[in-house]
């Protein structure tokens, strides 16, 4: 799974990064707020119920309880035997992940290998997605739970304003309280861009949400929208949907006009088996993450524009 959830970026993910959230506008139930992906960066990830096993301690590179041992042993290894051993701790993690990705029941990682680096469906839509359509970000700007996409994506000079929707009380940062599938008091072609990542995969009334993101953009505004095609799905979570490029076409088309819709597919079939496995960015080359196969997708991806003759 910033500002989005699961995304509204909401899942749990490094700084910079998102995937779902809870409560959500119109969500059942979503995850936790999170700087990144949806959950507060003090809380844990209600994973307990989950295997634990030093394989997965193991392949964390930069595990503290790895380096106290290898800092113990190192005392006592000649100067050029700790070089070498050095130099294959930090490449024995990326060919052991590969490894474990086809053996064995149990994923490296419950939480999208967030936990591990970063996550594979994070990089499709911060290194990909978002760097491609950065100059859309500007103006009057709206982001779910936190506007960490919006000033990462968006130069300062360009963002007039950024309000933070989120349905719920206690988060400091929200700028408007309200539920997009229900009546509320925003107004109406208010919003520039609005970025929306891992959002709607966890909302039920899906047509009455966009509708209203449509309602709430300026004619000539843009909708940045990223949603999971593959993945692994927690029922704590309250995710919903899965999106294939056509279905996602489909549900924007209902509010936007079709040629005002660009669609992007990101990964392939080795990357969709390690976001479900629990790789890392890390663990993949740049050829392999920068090959996409819509078949396979790991992350959908739409920029939808409001007409400019609509009000």
């Known amino acids: 799974m910033t500002g989005s959830t699961r995304g509204l970026n909401v899942r749990p993910r490094r700084a910079g990064n998102i995937r779902p959230v809870r409560h959500l506008v119109g969500a059942a139930t979503a995850r936790p707020p999170t700087s990144t992906f949806g959950l507060p960066e003090s809380a844990s990830y209600p994973c307990k ?5 030093l394989a997965i301690t193991l392949t964390k590179q930069r595990d503290p309880m790895v380096k106290s041992i290898l800092k113990r042993l190192s005392k006592k290894l000649p100067r050029r035997a700790r070089v070498v051993a050095n130099r294959a701790y930090r490449m024995l993690g990326t060919p052991y992940a590969r490894t474990r990705m086809s053996i064995g029941m149990n994923p490296l990682s419950v939480v999208w290998g967030s936990d591990r680096g970063q996550e594979i469906a994070r990089y499709y839509i911060e290194e990909l997605f978002l760097k491609e359509f950065a100059d859309d970000v ?8 936190a506007d960490n996409y919006t000033s990462r994506f968006g130069q300062e000079n360009r963002i007039t304003s950024i309000d933070i929707l989120n349905m719920e009380d206690g988060n400091p940062r929200t700028t408007i309280h309200a539920d997009l599938t229900k009546p509320n008091d925003i107004p109406s072609n208010q ?13 039920y009334e899906l047509d009455r949400a966009i509708a209203e993101l449509h309602r709430i953009l300026r004619p000539g505004g843009v909708l940045l929208v990223a949603v999971p095609q593959v993945s692994m799905c927690d029922s704590d979570w309250g995710e919903l949907w899965r999106f294939t490029q056509e279905g996602l076409r489909a549900a924007l088309t209902r509010a936007f006009e079709d040629q005002h819709i660009a669609m992007r597919a990101y990964g392939n079939s080795l990357t969709a088996a390690g976001e479900i496995r629990g790789l890392a960015t890390h663990e993949f080359a740049k050829m392999e993450l920068n090959q996409h196969d819509q078949r396979f997708a790991v992350e959908i991806c739409a920029r939808a524009i409001k007409s400019a003759g609509t009000g």
């Open 138 to 145: 500007q103006g009057r700007c709206l982001e779910f739970l």
């Open 191 to 203: 919003y520039d861009c609005i970025v929306c990542t891992h959002v709607l995969h966890v909302i």
């Open 49 to 53: 119920d989950y295997p634990t096993n």
